[in-house]
């Protein structure tokens, strides 16, 4: 997204898919996304209940995709 070259990708054979999300996804969503992981993986850290930690991040994704 920032400029990388063709050649730096990983699976190149999802250039398309990897361009048009992109394109559709900006900076603070992905960074507000790595946040809500960070900060569930500290929960899960505490041995709070998993499946619930995992809805709760799931939806947070929602949000803030809709944000």
């Excluded at 960074?31 to 809500?36: G, L, M, P, S, W």
Aim: overall charge negative.
């Amino acid at each position: 997204k920032a400029g990388a070259d063709y050649f730096s990708l990983i699976n190149i054979d999802k250039t398309d898919l990897i361009s048009k999300e992109a394109k559709r996804l900006s900076f603070d969503y992905l960074e507000d996304v790595i946040n809500d992981i960070v900060s569930t993986m500290g929960y899960l850290d505490q041995n709070v209940n998993q499946k619930l930690a995992m809805s709760v991040l799931a939806l947070k994704i929602v949000q803030c995709e809709k944000a």
